[in-house]
C-alpha cells in the first residue's frame, strides 16, 4: 500500500534533486551598461554623461536634462548579433556549453523643458526600454554549464526609467531619476492523491513586485564648451521566490523552494568630460563598478519531503529528505571600464562619429567547478548623424536619425581546471559580437 505512494514522492525528491545539484541565474548585464543607451552614445562607445541631455541623459546622467531647452521626442530600435565560441577539452554530454542568443531592443522617450518660473531651469524625462523577443526573461543554468552569464540574455530586460533635473546656477545642474524593474515572487500549492491518481487541490498565486533603483547625476559647466559629470547608478536586481508545497496522501508534504537573483547590476560611479570646438566634440570618461559585491549565482534551493502521513498513534514525523544547495561563490572584483569618443561635423547636416571602450572581466578564472566564462573586452564603434530639414513641419527644428555600429572583441581566455577529474578538463573562450543602433528624433 506505502510502495506506491513513496515511489512516486521520491520521482518528485528526483526532480528537485536535479535542481538542487546547481542552478544559475546567467543575466548580469544588459545594453545600456555595456554600450550606452541610444545610438548617439552607442556610436561614442558609451561615453554620453557629460554630453546627452535629451530623454536619453535619463539614464545616462539626469542632470544633463536641464541644460535642453526645447521639448524632445524619439525612438531607437537596437540589434545584438553575437558571435562567441568556447571551446573545451574534454566534455560531458550533461554540461553542454551554451552561447549567447542575437537580441533585438527598442527605447521610446521624451524630456521636456518646465515652464513658468521653471523655465531653463528645470527639465523632466521619461524613456522606456523594451526587449522586441518577449518580455523580461531569467533562464537558469547549471553553474557547471560552460556560458556567458555577462552576455547571455543582454537585452531582454523591461525597464521604465524617469528623470528630474535642476539648473540652480549657471555653472551647476543636478538630476535624480529612477529605473523601475519587476521582481517575481509567487506560491504553489497542490494536494495530491496517489492511489486515485489524480491532484485533489491546486493554487497558484505569482505577484510581480516593483523594484526602484536610483540615479544621481552632477554637471559643472565651467566654460561654455567645457562640461564634467559625475554619475552614481545603483545596484539593481531582478529577484524571485518561488515556493512549491505538494500535500501527498499517504505520504507526507514536500517543500520545495527556489530564490535567487537575476539580472543583477553593479553599483556603478562613472566621470566623464567633453570639450566642444566649433566642428568637432571630443568626450571621454571611466566607470568604477563594484561587482565585488556580486552575489552567488546559483539560486538557494531548499528541498524538504517529511512522512507526517505515514505516521500513527502520535509519533512524531520525520524528514524523509532535507537538502538545501551550497552557494557557489563568485570571487568577482571591482573593475574600472574606460572609454572616449568624438565627433566631427564634416558638412552643415550631417555628424561623424567614432569611439573606444576597454572592459576588463571582473570574473575570476573558471578554473574550479563553476563555469563562469568572461575575458577582457575591447569596443570599437562608429557612427553617423544627419538633419533632414523639417518634414514633420510641425517646428522649424529639424528631424534628426542617428546610426551607430559597435565591434566588441573578446580576448581569447584559456582556463584549465584545477582538479584532474573534472569532466570540463580545460576551457577556452573567444569571439566578437556586433551591435547596431538607429534612432530617429525630434525637438520641438
Known sequence: MVAKPLRFAFLLIEIAAWVVAGTATSAHATTLELYGFGARAAALANTSEAIA?????????????????????GFGVEALWNRFGIDRLGGHAQWPSQLPKDNYLAQLGISTPLPGWL???????????????????????????????????????????????????AWLSVGAGVQVLTGLDGRADIGLSVLDQRVTYKALQVDLATV????????????????LALVWRGESAVRYELPLAVDIDQVGRLDFKVKGVGLWLPDTYAMATSWQAPRWLATA???????????????????????????????????????????????????AVPHAGGEWQ????WIVRGGVQYRPTPFPKADGEANYLDAAATTLTLGLGMQSGNPLEMTRKPLHLDLAVGWTTLARRTVRKLQADNPVVATSVYGDSWHLAL??????
Open 346 to 349: 564634416p558638412a552643415e547636416g
Open 119 to 169: 523655465q531653463d531651469r528645470a527639465a523632466v524625462a521619461v524613456a522606456v526600454h523594451v526587449p522586441l523577443g518577449g518580455p523580461t526573461r531569467l533562464d537558469s543554468l547549471d553553474h557547471r554549464t560552460p556560458h556567458l552569464p555577462m552576455y547571455d540574455t543582454l537585452g531582454d530586460r523591461l525597464a521604465l526609467v524617469a528623470a528630474f533635473a535642476l539648473r540652480p546656477l
Open 439 to 444: 534612432a530617429l528624433h525630434h525637438d520641438f
Open 212 to 227: 526602484v533603483t536610483p540615479l544621481v547625476g552632477l554637471t559643472l559647466l565651467p566654460r561654455d564648451n567645457l562640461r
Open 53 to 73: 541631455d535629451d530623454f536619453y541623459a535619463a539614464y545616462s546622467n539626469p542632470a544633463n536634462l536641464a541644460l535642453a531647452k526645447h521639448i524632445h521626442f
Open 285 to 335: 570618461g571611466v566607470s568604477w563598478q563594484r561587482w565585488s559585491l556580486l552575489p552567488p549565482l546559483a539560486p538557494d534551493v531548499t528541498v524538504r519531503l517529511d512522512n507526517s502521513q505515514l505516521v500513527r498513534g502520535g509519533g512524531q514525523p520525520v524528514d524523509l529528505i532535507a537538502a538545501r544547495n551550497l552557494p557557489v561563490a563568485m570571487g568577482a572584483k571591482d573593475i
